[in-house]
């Protein structure tokens, strides 16, 4: 979908990839909406803030609310949270509040736009994923579920739209140099040599994919065909991974 003149939304707009995403909206001559929890970002005539909170139900409604009496021609699902760590270490706090902003929200603010788009025919709903979603990493357990989630999302979605003139694009960058990338995560990505791309790239291949109406886009080779291989054959997937998950486990227990 062209941007010139279209009202996108995008959630967690704010971070690194987000801020890079909404200049690129812009130079194509898009109106940027950012949802996120700051109070403060940098506006201008095309960038503007709907400050919320996608941690909770309540915050979650609130901003559904707001953009489905807007008109939304590109909703945008960035925001997301990371766990890397031993499953049973993780609290189930952390854990309720990584399933609702991975998973929760985008289900729900999708849900909130398609009224509006299936009455004027049009409209692109973008959920950005993960590799991990599709390859289950061990230690990122509930990060990789939250992702595979949004990836079965996005699937019965698009085929349930597709008759209405609504594109839903799913995109699974591999692991990205950000912020969200804890000590712990980079030390990992160190030992086991994971790739790593920079969030310039990220954010090109998100507009390509966005502007071609892709329906599934894997950024980052090798990891798009270890994709499709693991769908296939995920038993030898676990052994080419077992190498790997002991020295995170090693890292992890230190």
């Not at 996120?36 to 941690?55: A, C, F």
């Not at 609310?65 to 993780?90: H, P, R, T």
Request: net charge neutral; hydrophobic share 45%.
């Amino acid at each position: 979908m062209p941007f010139k003149d279209k009202n996108i939304v995008i959630t967690g707009g704010a971070g690194g990839i987000g801020q890079l995403l909404c200049q690129a909206f812009v130079e194509h001559g898009g109106k940027v909406t950012v949802v996120d929890r700051v109070n403060k970002i940098d506006t201008s005539e095309n960038i503007s803030l709907l400050q919320g909170d996608l941690s909770t139900l309540e915050g979650i409604q609130n901003v559904a609310n707001e953009i489905s009496s807007c008109k939304v021609d590109v909703l945008v699902n960035l925001a997301g949270l990371q766990y890397f760590g031993l499953f049973e270490e993780q609290s189930a706090e952390h854990m309720m509040l990584l399933y609702t902003v991975n998973l929760i929200a985008p289900a729900m603010l999708a849900q909130s736009v398609t009224k509006q788009m299936k009455q004027r025919g049009n409209g692109q709903i973008v959920n950005i994923g993960s590799t991990f979603g599709s390859i289950n990493f061990a230690h990122f357990v509930s990060y990789s579920s939250s992702k595979a989630g949004l990836q079965g999302l996005s699937e019965a979605l698009r085929r349930e739209l597709e008759a209405d003139g609504i594109d839903v694009t799913y995109i699974a960058p591999r692991a990205v140099k950000t912020p969200l990338n804890d000590e712990k995560v980079m030390q990992l990505a160190e030992i086991v040599k994971m790739n790593m791309d920079s969030p310039e790239l990220v954010v090109e291949k998100i507009i390509q994919a966005i502007l071609k109406n892709k329906k599934d886009v894997y950024i980052g080779f090798p990891e798009s065909l270890f994709v499709r291989i693991n769908s296939i054959l995920p038993r030898v997937v676990d052994k080419a991974l077992a190498a790997d998950d002991r020295k995170a486990r090693q890292l992890l227990e230190k």
